[in-house]
Every structure is written in structure tokens, then in C-alpha cells.
């Protein structure tokens, strides 16, 4: 699509319709988690999908979620995948290494993959923050990280296909 500024623009839209999708997501912090889940399928319902057209997969923890998303994405049945997590800062170390190991992995498997995989995990200094990014003041950031799936699914194609082979 040209823009006014005489660019060719390439965007996504919001729309699920037709689209299939997969969720990671973390048992750990659960209560969190599936408030964050909840706005993800919220999501993907008001933008024309099918909660049918949702795999929701658990894993133990967030840690565990790039692992078990770099097979659902090789697996070639899904336009983008959803990662939802909380990790809240305690008294150690342990959150830096988890909060950093997630997001490196998730990163990875976007990239080496070429699907969109989306990062919704909330990372907090404590369990009242973690409470308000999953559906109260501070909005969904469930919902948000459909949001984006959605948008980046539809996106993807158009790029590939304006992009072409390299050269």
C-alpha cells in the first residue's frame, strides 16, 4: 500500500479469522497466568478467530516455555505462537537468570524459526504488579500479546511475499 509520503507501506491487520495459533504457557504463578490467558483467548475471539483454532500448551514454568515453543513452531501448523509467563522478583538471583533465560530463548526461536513468537511474560518487582498487568488497572498483558500475534500473523506473509527469495 503506498503512503501518503509516496512509500510503499507494509502492514499487518487485526484479524484472526482463518488463523491457528499456539500458547505457551507457565503453570508457575497460575493464577496470574491464566488471567493472562483468559484476555489471549478474549483476544483472539473479538478479532474473528476461533478459540477452536487456539492450542494451549503448560509447561512447569516460564523457563521452560522457549523449548517447548521452538517445537510447536517448527511444527509448521501455526501462524504465531503465544508465550505467557509471570516472573516476580524474589529475595535471589533467580529472578534475573529466568527473567533473562525466557526472553533470550523466546527471542531465539522467533528468529531462528521465522514465526512470530510473541513475548507476554510479565515481569514484576512483586505479586501486585504481576495482578495489575493481568487484567486490572494496568490492563491484559495477555490480551496484548494476542494482539500482537494476531497482527504479526497477517504481517508476515506480506513481507515474505514483497521480500522474496534473497538474492
Not at 33 to 61: C, K, M, N, Q, T
Not at 141 to 157: H, R
Request: charged residues 20%; contains cysteine; hydrophobic residues 45%.
Amino acid at each position: 500500500m503506498e503512503g501518503s509520503d509516496g512509500a510503499n507501506h507494509i502492514e499487518g491487520y487485526l484479524s484472526a479469522a482463518g488463523r491457528s495459533f499456539a500458547v505457551v504457557a507457565s503453570r508457575f504463578n497460575d493464577f496470574v497466568v491464566r488471567a493472562l490467558l483468559d484476555g489471549a483467548l478474549d483476544a483472539v475471539r473479538r478479532h474473528g478467530g476461533e478459540a477452536g483454532a487456539v492450542d494451549v500448551v503448560w509447561v512447569p514454568g516460564s523457563y521452560e516455555i522457549p523449548v517447548v515453543a521452538r517445537e510447536l513452531a517448527r511444527s509448521g501448523r501455526y501462524d504465531a505462537i503465544i508465550c505467557l509467563g509471570a516472573v516476580i522478583r524474589g529475595s535471589t538471583a533467580h529472578f534475573d537468570y529466568v527473567a533473562g533465560g525466557v526472553a533470550g530463548g523466546i527471542s531465539s526461536v522467533a528468529l531462528e524459526t521465522g514465526l512470530p513468537v510473541i513475548f507476554g511474560i510479565i515481569t514484576t518487582e512483586n505479586i501486585e504488579q504481576a495482578i495489575e498487568r493481568a487484567g486490572t488497572k494496568m490492563g491484559n498483558k495477555g490480551f496484548e500479546a494476542a494482539v500482537t500475534a494476531i497482527e504479526m500473523a497477517d504481517l508476515m506473509p506480506k513481507v515474505r511475499e514483497r521480500g522474496g527469495p534473497a538474492a
